[in-house]
Every structure is written in C-alpha cells, then in structure tokens.
C-alpha cells in the first residue's frame, strides 16, 4: 500500500484552527523543512562521496561515528584527512560495538579540512553535538554552510533545495517533530548561510551588500552589459569574471535567480508571518549571495571553457598549442607539453564512447571529470609507449653482438609490466636470452616489440618444459611438451614415460634444450619403440609355437633375425622346448596366471642353460663309457685314475681302495650278464637335473632324443652304480681305520664300564646300612654308654674323697672371675666415658625432639609435654634488647629510604635543570640556587643522622591539649594500620596523581615500609582490600566501570599494580632481581657482537662492511625494504646468526627466571595470587590462560622486564657517577631479549612485518608453555596468616609497641582527606571511624600542631621564620600506635581478654604442678613446697620487670597498668589462683570456647600454640634484623653512589660558574639598558605565538598591545604588559625557567593574565630566545 505524503499546506484555510492546533501545524512544517534539508545534505554527501548513505530519516544517527564527514574531509582536503587517518572506515568496529570514543578522532579531522579551507568558525558545531548527539541540526546546518562555501570555491556542487520536492510519510515527519522537541532548541535559519559568509568576509560590509544587491538588481533588468559592470565592480569581490562570457552570465544567473525566488516563495506560501516575522526575513532568501555569485560565475567559465573543448575536438584540425591552454584553463591536473596527440585521440575516444551511450542527443560535451580522466589515462597511455620503445631498444642492444651475455638482465625487461609484453616463464632466462639471440641473427637486424611478444610465447613452453625436465615430474612434462606453442609432432601417450625419461637424460647434457633437440629425442625414442614391438612380435610367436608343441615352428621361431637369439642348436630343440615348458609350468605355478609367456630374456637364459646341460651330459657320459672300458681291461690303477676324472665328479675316493673298486666293479658287471644283460650300442644317463641323455659308445656321440634301436639292459655301469660302489667301499675302509686310530678311547671306555659296575654294587651296601641304620645305632650307643659310665664312677669316687679342697677351690675361682669382671666393665666405662655422655645426651635430645614433634604436630598435646616447654614464654632480656635493636634499625632504614628518595628527586631535578641549562644557556642561577638546596638538604640529613632523636624529644615537651591530640592521633592510624578498608578506599577517591602521592608519602610510611613481619602482613591485606575494591569496580560492579574484558586490566594501568610494584622494587625488590638477573645480564654486557633483527639494518651494515675492505662504492641500492634486503643470502646468514644468539641469550634469562621463583617478593607473588583468584571470580567465562596473562603482565612486564631493559637504573648492575657502562649496542640487546620474553609471556609470536622472525616463533611458543607453568608456580604462596603466624592475638603478645615515623604535614594530610570522604569510606554510622575524627575535632593547621614545642623553644631560640616552621612541618615524628580503647584486664565482660588472662594463669600453675590433664592439675590440692616455688617465681619476674623498666625509663601509665595487672591477679596464691581459673574456665566454657569433657584441653592446645609462635616469632625476628642490616649497607651504598653524583653535578656547576666569572668583566662592559620589545595581539597571532584572547573577536586584535621586558635583576624574568587602545590592562611575569620546564613536560599551550590568553610554548620560548640572548 502507496503511504500518503503529508500535507502540510497553508495554515489559514478556510477552517479555524486553535492555537494548539497552529502551534502543532507550525511544528510539523518545521520538521518537513528540517527533513528536506536532511535530504539535500543527504543527496549532496552521496554526490561527493560517490556512495549510498542511509535514508535521511537515519542520516543523523550515521553521521554520529564521523565516518561519513571524514571521508567527505579527505573529498576537499585529501592532503589534510588521508584515507589511511580515518578509523572504522568500513564500519566494521562500528556494526559490532557499536561507538567508540576513538570515532571523535573522524570528527577532528573533519573540522581540521573544513579549517584547511577556511570555512568560518562561526558554522562549526561541537563534537559532543555530533558524537553525543546534543545537536544535530546544528551539524546539518554546517554541512549546508561548507556546501556552499565549497561551491564557491569551484570544489563542489550547491546543495539543491528540495523544499516542496522531497517526500516524506506523516509517520516521518512526527518523528522527526518528537525529535526536534527533544533537542530543546531553535533551528538554524539555513536561509541565512549566505549572508553570513559575506559578513565573515575581510572587506567592507556595507560596500559588499551593495555590490551584490546591484547584481541582483541588474540581473533583473536584463541589461547584459549593466550585468557585467556589476560583476566587474571591484567592491563585490568577484573573481574569474570574463567580458566574454557576459550573455551566459546574464541567461544562467538569472535562471539561478528566478529558482531561488521561486522556491523561497514555496516556502513562505504555506507560513502564516506576521509582519514582525516579515520584517525579520532575510533578503538574501530571493537574492543570489556572494558565495552563490562566485560559484556560479566559475561554474559558468568552466562549462563555456568546456564547451570550446568539445567544439575543438569535433574539427579535424586540432592545434596542440591551443588544446593544451584550454585543458590548462579548465585547470586540469598534469597536463604535459608533448602528449598533444595521445590527448586529442583519448578525448576523441572517449567522446564518441559517451555518443554511443546517448545517441539521440547532437550536443553530447565532456564534463571536466571525464577531461581529467581521459587527460590521466592518455599520460599513461604516453608514458607506457615510451617505456616500451626504450625497453625495447635495451633489449635488442643486449642482444647485438657488443652487449653483454646477461640473461638475467633480459629476463628483467621482459618481466618489468610497463614493457607491456604477454605474461614471461621467468625460471630459465637462458631460453630466452639464446632464442631471441638466434632469432635477432636470423633476421639480421633489431627486432620489434611485436616481434619479440609473438616469440615469447613459444619460448615460454619451451622454457616451462625445461624447468619440467629438471624437476623431472613425468605429468609435467608431458603437459608441457604438448603446449600448442611448442608443435612438437609423434607424441604418443602410450610411450609417455619412455618420451619424458629419454628426455630427462639429453637435458643432463645441455644447459637447456631447443624446439630441434626435442623434436630429434623424440623421433629416436620413437625408432627404438618400434623395433621393441618387432621383437614382442616374435616372442609370441615363438610363445604360441611352444604351446603347440611344433618342432618346425618352434626350431622357426628360435632363429627369427628380429630375436636376436644367440647359440641356437637344432639338434637341442627337443632338450629347448623341454626346458621351456618347465619355465613356463613354474612360471604359471609362482604367478598363478593361465596362460604365461616367456620373455626374450627368459628365453635366451633357457637356449645357455639347454646348451651347457648338453655339454655336461656329454662329458659325464664320455668319462662313464672311459671307467667301463678301463674295468673290460682289468688294470685298477687306470680305472683309479677314470674315477678321478672332475666330469665324473665321483666323491669319497680313497688310494688305499684302488683295488678293492676294481673287484667290487668286475663283481657287479658279472651279477648284470648273469642276469642275462648284454653289450648295446646305446646307453642312457641320467643328468644332474633329472634328464635322459643317450650316449653311443661306439662313435661317442650323445642325444636328448631316445635312438630306434636303444635297449635299456646293458651290461654297461652307470654313474650311479659306480658312485654306489665307491661309497660302500669307502665306509667299510673307513672304519676300519677308525678303530685303529681310537684304541685308547676303546679302553677307556670299557674301564668306564667296569667303574659303573662297581658304584652300582657300592650303593647297593649302603642303601641296606641305610636300611638297617636302627639296629646299628643301637649296638653302638649300648657300648658307649657302658664304657662312660665306668668313667663316672671313678670320678665320683675320687671327688667324695677329696670334697673340702673342691669346695676351696671352687670359692676362690668365682671370687677371682666375678672381680676379673667388674674391674674389666670399670675400664671400659673410662675408656668410653665421652661416647657415654653423648649417648646420654642423644637420648635426653631425642627425648626432647619427641616432646617437641609432639607439641608442634598433634592436635591435642598432652600437658606433660606443654609442661616441659613452657618455660619458652618466658621474657628474656635479650628479647627486649633485639625488640629495641629492631626498633632502631627500622627507623634508621626508614629515614634512609626516604632520604634517598628526596635526594633521588633533587638529583633527577638538578639533571633536567642541566639539560635545560645546556640547551638555553641562561637559567644558571636557578641551577646554582638548587644545588644550595640540594647542599643544605644533604647537611641537614648528616645533622640529623648525628641526632636523630631531637624532634621525638621535643613533641614530648607538648602540652596537655597537644598531647590528647597525639594520643588520639595514635588509636587513629592504629585503627587505619590495622583496617585496610578505610585506606582502601580513600586512595580511589582522590585524583590519580594525588593518589600516587599520597601512596608514597603517607600509607607506605604508615606501614614503616614493611619493614617487618607485622606490617608486612597488614600492608598485604591493604594491597588484597584495595585490588578488590579497584577490580570491582573496573568488573562494573561499582558506577564508571572502565573495561569488559580482562585482558583490557593490563592497559588500563591499576592503581594497585602500581603500588604493588613501586613497593617490591624497594632495596628488597631490587636485590631479588639483581640476584635472578645479574648473571645473565652480565653475560649480555660482555658479548661484543650485536643481535641485529632488522634485515635492512643488517643489510646497510653489510654494504659499509664491504665497501670498507674493498674501498669501492657498492653497486647495490643503499635504501631497501625488508623483503629485498631479506633476498640477500648474506643477509639471511647474518639474520639467522642473531636468531641464534637471540635465542640462547633469551633462554638464559628464561631459565634464570623460571629457576629463581623463591627469588622473587613474597608479597608480589601474593597479590599476584590474589589477582588470579579475584579475576576468576569476576570473569568466570575467561579461560584461566587469559588470567595467566594479567598474573604475567604483573610479574613479568611491569616488575622484571624494566630490569631487563635498563638494570643501570634498577641497580643490576653497579654504575659510577657521571659514567654508565651501557652503550646503545648493548641497550639494544637488552631490548631485543626483553621483547622476545615480553611476547613469549602474553603468548605472542613474529607476524607480518616481522615475518623474518618466523625461525624463532617455535621457541616462542615453548617459552610460552614454560611462562605459564612459572606464572602457575608463583601463585602458589601461603596465607600471610599462615606465612608471617598472624592472628588476632598477635599485637596482645608484642613485647614493643608498634611505632611508626611520620611527619607532621602528612599527619594532617591525613586527618583532613579522612574528613573530606568520612561518608564514603565508612558509610556506616556505627563505624568506629566517625567517633575517632568527632574526638579529633576539626583539622588542625601546623602552627596549632607547633606552638607547644615553640613556647618552649623560645628562650633559647627566639622567633622561628617561616622557613623553619615549614622544616618543622616536614620532619618526622614517631607515634607509639594503640588501640583506642584499653581493656581494663579484670574486666570479665570482655571474653578475649579473659582467655588471655586465664592462659596467663595457667601457664604459672604448670610451672609448678604436674599432672596428665589440666582438670586434674586444678583438682590437686597443692603443697607447701609449690607454694613457695611459686611466690619465688613471682618475685624473680617483678625484679626482672623492675630492672627492665629502670634500665629503658619506661615508667609510664602503661608499664603502671601492666605491673598492676600483674599484682593483681599472678601474685595470687597457687590456690586462689586455681579457684579463679576454675570460674574463668566455667565463663569461658559457657561461650563454648573450652569444654570440661575433654578436661580443658583446648586451653592447653592454645597455650602450645603460643609456645610455637614464640618460637617462630623470636626465629623471624632475627630474620628480620639480619634483613634490615643488609638492607640499611644497601641503602648506604645507593646514599654514597648518590653522593657521588651530586658531588659530580657540583663539579660541571663549579665549572659554568668559573666560566661565567670570567665572562663577568666583558658582560658588565656590554650591559645596558633593559630592551623592551613590542608587538601587537594581530603580529603575535599571525607568529601562532597567541593563539586566542577570550572574548576578543580577531579582528580587534590589532587595538592588544604586548610589552615584553627584561627583569634588571634576574635576566631569566621577563614582564609583560597588554594595553588595550592604549590603556593599561593587566601585567604578569613569566619566568623563563618555567616555559623551559612546560616545554620539557611536553606542554604545548599555556595561559596568560588570568586564563584570558592561550599562548604557544615553544614559540614564546623562541621569540624570547631571539630578541633577548640572540639565539
């Protein structure tokens, strides 16, 4: 369905509307205006930018990426927006994401062109109107406005008005009403873009209104010559007007006119104005502007000079001179002196195109559009001929007989596209370079472009068949010896291979083969193909004679000429074909095939093996027919010798049996005639393979065929028989001889025997003693025992004889043994009197260790065991003196951190003060003045490194107000050390700079810089609070989110990164890496060799290398890219050098880091852990690879690789002042390594510009791997409860109170940022926080803070300056931090301090009693004897309390309170004190803290807990101290190198002032009177110095007047006055030294008198350089 157009006609018609339903009609007919000029900017941006744009009704919202106006920028300023600038130009970035803040960039560029051109300011729109949609109308308008203006300057057309044309639907057109409601704001009057530009104009108004209205006014009148008058009137400003052109200017202006009048009363028709909207119309709505004059005026030259064209072209006979004026008339590009022709025939060509086109049209013209394209093409045209004539000509001189043999150098013409040859095979040069060669000879003179393209394609197939015959690929060659170009005739496919094969080889011989070679292998190969197929034919013939069995026609098929078959005998044709049928059945057996054929080389083996069987057979006979005659003449020995004979070949012979053959033989020939066999002449033998051959005894010829008369019996012995009988009379001679030869192993043998019988009847015997073993055992035992007991009776007998000397004796001898015994156990125990002792020791030790394994690792250890070890609670005085020792050292570490710090700023000032000094030559004085400063600071910290303790010593003479202060100020940052919630969130709620800050000033110095456990473990838990409150809130938990994604942490640069960083690069940081990184860097240092990555670097270094040995300029270009240096094979080795070193230098460091993680910070590698766990949490869709990478860009990129890439700075390695031991070779390597790690850690590799890193990628990604495991590793870290044993009770055990140094100004600091965001950082009303500031009141200022330790200073002293109040506020203080509320400790309310009372007491009663468990110990009445051990260990404490205090002067409320808690409850009884543990533990046992089922053991379990932590907390305290030792000479080493440096800036200070002495006499001679210097507001614009003055239009500029003058006391001081009319306006001083610091920091801008002027840096500099120090 067709929607209607919307009607929005006159207002007044004949109906009466109501106001509202005016006001809507008004409304809706400014949004169809509005829309129409949507639809004109729409159609006007489509025409430039040769591109469809969304429908006019989206058009706003396109135009909001800036692409659209960026292109529209590089349409009419290509020079200033180049498309490459343009971001998101596919609108790729866009479509996805949609806007981006980057698009604004599109819309700077746009306002830059349209500044380019020098379109009014007054049109401009502001970009958050574009980007952010506050104004759109304002941006249409300004593209109407450049619209015109580019008319005017002949760059583009006028917009069309399309009032009363465009089309919109009713729906449009409410839309876009609810739109402009929306906006809020008046439309521009679009009717008034003309005027405006006039008035924007640099001449006289009026005169110019005037001028234009006579135009108007003289078109009307249709007066030509009035007309042209009018234009010609210099003040309307009018250029490019031609006399000449007078009609058309007078018929197309008109027309112009007459459309704009009409349309302007379109508009105005349907609009009901009242005559005070008539009297503000504008009278350029029908009049043509200035702008519109000037744009249709060079509009009109154009098309008249066009016109002339056309009418040139049309004639036969065109001038060159005057076509080429017209074209440079029409101002078209590149037109050249020369080309005439090529541009006559273009433009002609191109003419009777567009004729074609259109032919019904007579008066068809080029527009200049196609002029500049037909002009471009003809230049080319041009410039393509002359190059093909030269190259051409370089060609045939390459050819003649004086050019060079340069094949390669051919190729490169041919190859070069401007040469317009057809497409060049470019791998075989020498084809070409030859062939053409023979073809310029043959023709006999130079050979034409034509020519030489009709050649080269019969010689690129020749030259691919080539490249085919060298790869050797038979499909190739085969395809490319059947290219048409070649023409090579007889190629048959089915002898391919033998073709290409043949082929390969003759190439083997030449450099390359032409079309005759080919052609000739060809017709060879085909030649001998032929004969094989002669041969084949024989074969089957001969194969089917076989097969039929036919002698004729086999003995035929043998002897064909074509076989070439050798030694053929017909007498052997039955043997041949026998033998062939064998081959042929075993043939057919192996290769299971039904008919198989033998192949000539099958059969002549079968002719050689027939005929060498015939032979053998023959022989063999012969020597048989030999032994039978030798036996018919009964002599052996010749018979002997027979069977010797090698055709025999009759084996087992043996001389002795000569004889005995002869016999056996006559024996056996006489069993053959008695079996009634006779003589015969034939005789039949049967050859080594089976067959019969027939002998004739007679003539001694042989046959394989069987004879007529042949008769198988025959007397005659066979070889078989012969053999038979050789061998039976052999063996039986053979063993004869072997008995006689194995006499004695015979004998052997048989005494063998005889042995065998003898063990057989032996073990017969013992197997029936065995049998019979019972009976013979008895036998014997009845005689022995009988001649025993005859013995024991004549024993007895003589001892009852002699019984008291038996007796005597006996005495005497165990007496005797048992001394012996003891005297020898006596000595033994002297000797090992030392192995006893340790004996004893070990087991007492073990014993211990038991105990002690048994308190530390069982869950519930027994009170006996906690028993032996609580003596390890008690205080020592050594325990006091290392708390004291630690206090001090922290305190002398901590002032020399910050010390360090202050002096490493002064020195980093005092260097760009230097520089600056270097550079400009007149700010010594400031450098003088700065280095006092830097003198008296360093006197200052040698003051008070002596005495240290001055200003503690005077806050403690403060008053009473003072010191409530104090203490309040103490529970404050006790509270803020130990919350991390509070610091937090403050260091998110300041500014980023003042954040940093407020960092390093405050929260690091409240936390003593980690000096120690404790605050190591509180500034971790501020560091975990802190990410996660800084991750939250980039996660977009929180309002402002910054990212979506993880990876976008690592750019975004987190505040807490930083801190974690800037606190792990401290002396213990620092050390760390100079351990892991040392060595390597080190080794780096040393190599003299360069690791050069960059080919065209190492391609330049190559050239100077060779010219430097040969002294000759190098032929090669100096100036490549990197492909063409990379071509270099040199350049590839040199490369591949500095890969390898690359890598192994990379994998030092790799391995280094990955072998060193114990090295790197505990706390780093916690918050690393705490990242990796926090970004899981808020990113559970990022796989933990891309987590990984944010945990490496922690650990790797911001705190190792700056190491890597300067470890001067970062005390690697050891510099001296005023020297570094790094050169920029050396800094280079370090780069490249860094890199290489950098990208193997974020799991990058070399692409694209880089592909000449592509042999390291693999190592990229192994290295990747490892990152990971590494990056997994140091995450793996403890708890800091778990790794520093922290808890709750931690601070109730401190021997010391925590102390931390702070000054005065960050105290107030402080105190006044908690009070500025108290609502933010504890938004909870109960927080403690808010009762701790309303005690501290408001902020106090410095000289409240002072005036305590003043008054008492001012007897001594007098009036302190200002000065010395500010060093005042800046020195340190140490506040003694506490909790805010003391628990009195017998106040049983409170259940923690009731526990620690309790455990107190216990331990004093297990001091003394000892039982299983703990009831039992409370259940036993105790004796006198405890009771007294126990009132002595009371006193022994209070004496120890006592001395402590005396000896450290620490008598005050707090030692008061802690000897009164003691008198209290641990001087009671040990009685009364079991009964108030008794009650303790029944308190605690309701709070389910201790249980009597388990008889109170969890009482015991925290005792040995505290046991254990006493251990560990004595054990890291040493740590600690040798820490800080080691840590405080670090610190004074970097103080003496810093020392050193400042000692050398005051040398080159010492220097300048020498020679500014030197120089004073010369200058006071020369000096005279301030020069004062003058230039108005205009001048200094025009500089670019003044770039701006608020609320003054350019044009008064020349009524500012700006006095510039020389300070007389301080040259480096200027002053500047502005006067405006002559008066007086504003003064200020500049100070040179701050221009030279902006411009340092890179400040471009600045401004002057009160923000009111915005001044060019770099340019005052300048300006001051030049007129005052003549620079």
């Given at each position: ?13 004949d ?17 169809y ?19 469809e ?52 960039d ?43 203006f580019l ?7 006028q ?35 003309g ?8 001449v ?6 005037a001028a ?25 400003h ?36 009242d ?18 004059l ?11 000079k ?11 006979d ?54 500049q ?106 395809v490319?010896a ?70 004729d026609a086999?003995?035929k ?94 084996t ?32 039949m ?20 065929d ?23 009379v ?29 063990k ?16 013979i ?20 007998k ?24 003891f ?5 033994y ?33 027994p ?13 020592r ?28 700023k002064?020195l ?13 030559r ?11 400063n ?32 104090l ?15 509070y ?8 500014p ?43 996660a ?7 990212v ?26 620092n ?17 003299k060799s360069?690791?050069?990555?960059s ?19 190098s032929d ?15 350049v ?13 230098a ?33 990113f ?10 944010m ?12 190491a890597?890439?300067?470890p ?11 020297n ?26 070399f ?12 190592y990229?990604?192994?290295?990747y ?38 000054s ?8 006044k ?14 927080d ?8 501290l ?14 008054e ?83 006193s022994?404490?209070e ?35 079991k ?8 308190k ?8 009597q ?37 670090r ?38 009177k301030?020069?004062?210097?003058k ?19 350019q044009s ?11 300070n ?15 008066l ?8 040179f ?10 400040v ?6 009160e ?21």
């Amino acid at each position: 369905m067709e929607e209607s157009r919307a009607d929005f006609g006159s207002i007044t018609g004949d109906e009466r509307l109501t106001a509202d339903e005016m006001d809507n009609k008004r409304s809706q007919a400014m949004a169809y205006e509005y829309l129409c000029h949507l639809e004109e900017a729409k159609q006007w941006m489509e025409y430039c930018l040769q591109e469809e744009l969304p429908p006019s009704t989206e058009l706003e919202e396109s135009l909001r990426n800036g692409v659209s106006l960026a292109k529209l920028g590089h349409y009419f300023a290509s020079e200033v927006v180049p498309v490459r600038k343009i971001y998101d130009k596919d609108l790729k970035r866009f479509q996805q994401r949609g806007l981006h803040f980057k698009h604004t960039d599109n819309i700077n560029r746009w306002f830059r062109a349209m500044e380019h051109v020098g379109v009014p300011m007054i049109f401009y729109p502001e970009t958050t109107d574009i980007y952010d949609r506050k104004n759109m109308p304002r941006t249409i308008y300004c593209l109407h406005a450049l619209s015109l203006f580019l008319f005017k300057l002949g760059k583009a057309p006028q917009m069309k008005d399309l009032y009363g044309i465009a089309e919109f639907t009713e729906e449009q057109v409410t839309i876009m009403q609810t739109e402009l409601e929306k906006y809020g704001i008046q439309l521009p009057q679009f009717n008034k873009i003309g005027g405006i530009l006039a008035n924007e104009m640099s001449v006289d108004e009026a005169s110019l209104h005037a001028a234009v209205i006579a135009i108007n006014e003289a078109l009307e009148a249709g007066d030509v010559a009035a007309t042209c008058s009018a234009l010609l009137n210099p003040q309307a400003h009018l250029e490019g007007v031609n006399e000449g052109n007078a009609e058309s200017y007078q018929e197309r202006l008109l027309q112009h006119k007459r459309a704009k009048v009409e349309a302007s009363q379109n508009k105005n028709k349907d609009k009901s104005m009242d005559e005070e909207a008539i009297a503000d119309r504008d009278m350029y709505e029908e009049l043509l502007t200035h702008a519109e004059l000037q744009g249709n005026l060079s509009k009109i030259n154009v098309d008249v000079k066009l016109e002339t064209l056309n009418v040139l072209l049309r004639g036969e006979d065109v001038e060159a001179a005057s076509l080429v004026a017209i074209l440079k008339e029409l101002g078209i590009a590149n037109v050249e002196e020369g080309n005439e022709t090529w541009y006559r025939h273009q433009l002609i060509q191109d003419l009777d195109a567009k004729k074609v086109q259109d032919p019904e049209n007579d008066s068809v013209l080029l527009v200049k559009e196609e002029i500049q394209s037909s002009v471009t093409n003809a230049n080319q045209l041009a410039v393509k001929h002359r190059f093909r004539k030269s190259t051409v000509a370089n060609i045939n001189t390459l050819l003649s007989e004086d050019g060079d043999i340069d094949a390669d150098k051919l190729m490169k013409f041919l190859l070069d596209p401007e040469a317009g040859f057809p497409e060049v095979f470019p791998d075989f040069p020498a084809v070409h370079f030859n062939e053409l060669l023979k073809a310029r000879h043959e023709k006999g003179s130079e050979l034409t472009h034509d020519e030489i393209a009709a050649l080269l394609p019969r010689l690129n197939a020749l030259a691919r068949l080539n490249k085919e015959l060298v790869a050797g690929d038979v499909s190739q060659i085969w395809v490319a010896a059947q290219q048409p170009e070649l023409g090579l005739e007889h190629l048959d496919d089915n002898f391919r291979t033998r073709i290409c094969d043949a082929l390969v080889e003759e190439k083997k011989n030449h450099e390359y083969l032409n079309i005759d070679q080919v052609q000739g292998k060809i017709d060879c190969v085909n030649a001998e193909i032929a004969v094989e197929l002669a041969r084949v034919e024989g074969v089957n013939e001969l194969n089917d004679a076989l097969d039929g069995s036919d002698v004729d026609a086999m003995l035929k098929a043998l002897q064909n000429p074509t076989l070439k078959l050798e030694n053929v005998d017909s007498a052997n044709i039955t043997h041949y074909i026998r033998l062939m049928k064998k081959k042929k059945d075993a043939k057919r057996t192996a290769e299971e095939e039904q008919a198989p054929a033998l192949w000539i080389d099958e059969i002549q083996e079968t002719l050689d093996s027939t005929n060498q069987q015939t032979k053998v057979a023959l022989k063999q006979a012969s020597a048989v027919a030999a032994v039978n005659m030798a036996i018919e003449d009964s002599d052996w020995e010749q018979s002997y010798e027979m069977l010797k004979h090698p055709d025999l070949a009759i084996t087992a012979l043996t001389f002795e049996c000569g004889s005995t053959y002869y016999d056996q033989f006559k024996v056996v020939k006489e069993d053959k005639i008695t079996e009634g066999k006779g003589e015969t002449d034939w005789v039949m033998y049967k050859t080594r393979e089976g067959d019969d051959y027939y002998f004739n005894i007679d003539t001694l010829d042989g046959t394989w065929d069987q004879p007529e008369q042949f008769n198988p019996d025959t007397i005659q012995l066979s070889k078989e028989e012969i053999q038979s009988v050789v061998n039976d009379v052999s063996a039986a001679y053979d063993r004869c001889q072997w008995y006689k030869d194995n006499e004695n192993q015979i004998v052997k043998l048989q005494s063998f025997g005889r042995m065998c019988i003898a063990k057989r009847r032996y073990n017969e015997r013992k197997n029936f003693m065995d049998n019979q073993l019972p009976a013979i055992v008895t036998i014997q035992s009845a005689w022995r025992g009988h001649v025993q007991r005859k013995k024991f009776a004549e024993r007895i007998k003589h001892l009852q004889e002699n019984t008291q000397a038996v007796v005597t004796i006996q005495k005497f001898v165990r007496m005797w043994k048992l001394r012996r015994a003891f005297l020898n156990r006596l000595d033994y125990l002297k000797d090992q009197n030392k192995s006893i002792v340790k004996l004893q020791a070990w087991f007492r030790s073990n014993k211990a260790r038991h105990d002690y394994k048994t308190l530390i690792g069982v869950e519930n250890p027994p009170l006996p065991v906690v028993r032996r070890f609580v003596h390890l609670l008690d205080q020592r005085a050594t325990d006091f003196a290392e708390e004291i020792e630690l206090q001090e050292l922290k305190k002398s570490v901590i002032q020399r951190i910050k010390g360090n710090n202050d002096h490493e700023k002064a020195l980093n000032t005092m260097d760009i003060k230097i520089g600056l000094l270097v550079k400009n030559r007149i700010s010594l004085q400031d450098v003088i003045n700065h280095s006092h400063n830097l003198r008296k600071k360093q006197a200052k910290d040698i003051a008070a490194g002596g005495d240290g303790g001055g200003m503690a010593t005077g806050l403690k003479a403060l008053n009473k107000a003072n010191r409530a202060r104090l203490e309040a100020y103490q529970h404050l940052f006790y509270m803020l050390q130990t919350n991390p919630t509070y610091f937090g969130k403050l260091i998110f709620k300041m500014p980023v700079g003042r954040s940093t800050d407020f960092m390093q000033q405050v929260i690091f110095a409240v936390y003593n810089y980690a000096s120690n456990s404790r605050e190591e473990y509180l500034l971790l838990k501020l560091f975990r609070t802190a990410l996660q409150e800084e991750i939250d809130f980039i996660a977009g938990e929180d309002p402002g989110s910054k990212v979506d994604k993880v990876k976008e942490i690592a750019t975004g640069n987190p505040l807490v990164i930083k801190m974690v960083v800037s606190f792990n690069r401290g002396a213990k940081g620092n050390s760390s890496l100079r351990q892991i990184l040392a060595p390597q860097v080190s080794e780096v240092l040393k190599k003299k060799s360069v690791i050069n990555t960059s080919p065209i670097e190492i391609y330049k270094a190559w050239i100077s290398q060779r010219e430097m040995e040969t002294g000759e300029a190098s032929d090669l270009p100096y100036n490549v890219t990197t492909e063409q240096a990379y071509a270099h094979k040199e350049v590839i080795s040199r490369m591949q050098d500095s890969l390898n070193q690359l890598r192994q230098a990379t994998d030092g460091f790799m391995n280094a880091i990955c072998n060193n993680i114990d090295q790197i910070p505990y706390g780093l590698r916690y918050i690393a852990k705490c990242l990796r766990n926090l970004l899981s949490t808020k990113f559970p869709e990022t796989p933990d690879e891309e987590v990984l990478k944010m945990v490496g860009n922690l650990i790797y990129y911001r705190f190792i690789n700056p190491a890597i890439i300067s470890p001067d700075v970062f005390d690697i390695i050891d510099v001296t002042a005023g020297n570094t031991t790094l050169n920029t070779d050396q800094r280079r390597n370090l780069g490249s390594i860094a890199k290489v790690l950098q990208f193997a850690s974020t799991g990058k590799s070399f692409v694209d510009d880089h592909s000449h890193m592509d042999p390291i990628n693999q190592y990229m990604k192994e290295a990747y791997e490892r990152f990971k495991t590494f990056f997994k590793a140091v995450c793996d870290v403890p708890e800091p409860e778990e790794k520093h044993n922290m808890d709750e009770f931690s601070d109730a055990v401190l021997l010391v109170k925590p102390v931390i140094f702070i000054s005065l100004k960050e105290v107030v600091d402080t105190h006044k940022l908690l009070v500025e965001h108290e609502e933010e950082i504890a938004p909870d009303g109960n927080d403690p926080l808010h009762d701790m500031l309303e005690e501290l009141g408001d902020v106090p200022d410095y000289s409240t803070l002072l005036a305590g330790s003043s008054e008492g200073d001012k007897s001594g002293a007098g009036n302190n300056d200002k000065n010395q109040d500010n060093e005042a506020i800046k020195a340190e203080i140490s506040l003694t931090l506490a909790s805010r509320v003391e628990v009195q400790e017998d106040d049983d309310s409170d259940v923690k301090n009731l526990l620690l009372r309790t455990k107190r007491m216990v331990i004093d009663i297990i001091r003394i009693q000892g039982k299983e468990n703990l009831k039992l110990v409370l259940d036993t009445t105790a004796t006198d004897e405890q009771e007294d051990l126990h009132m002595a260990n009371i006193s022994k404490l209070e004496n120890q309390k006592r001395e402590l205090d005396e000896k450290e002067n620490k008598k005050d409320e707090e030692s008061v309170l802690k000897t009164r808690s003691l008198l209290n409850e641990n001087k009671l009884p040990l009685e009364d004190m079991k009964r108030r543990v008794l009650r303790n533990l029944e308190k605690l046992e309701t709070h389910q803290i201790v249980s009597q089922e388990d008889n109170y053991q969890s009482i015991v379990n925290m005792i040995a807990r505290d046991i254990r932590n006493q251990r560990r907390y004595r054990q890291r305290r040493k740590q600690e101290l040798s820490k800080l030792m080691q840590n405080e000479e670090r610190l004074e080493q970097k103080s003496k190198s810093l020392e050193e440096q400042s000692e050398y800036f005051n040398q080159y200070i010492k220097s300048c002032l020498s020679s500014l002495t030197a120089k004073s006499k010369q200058q006071k001679k020369k000096k005279k009177k301030a020069m004062t210097i003058k230039y108005t507001a205009m001048e200094l614009y025009r500089k670019k110095i003044v770039l701006e003055v608020e609320g003054l239009d350019q044009s008064k500029f020349r009524d500012v007047l700006f006095e510039i003058s020389q300070n007389d006391d301080d040259a480096g001081k200027f002053v500047v006055a502005a006067k405006f009319c002559g008066l007086n306006m504003d003064k200020v001083t500049v100070v040179f030294q701050d221009l030279l610091q902006l411009q340092y920091e890179g400040v471009n801008h600045m401004k002057m008198f009160e923000g009111r002027a915005r001044v060019n840096v770099n340019l005052l500099i300048f300006l001051l350089n030049k007129k005052f120090f003549g620079k």
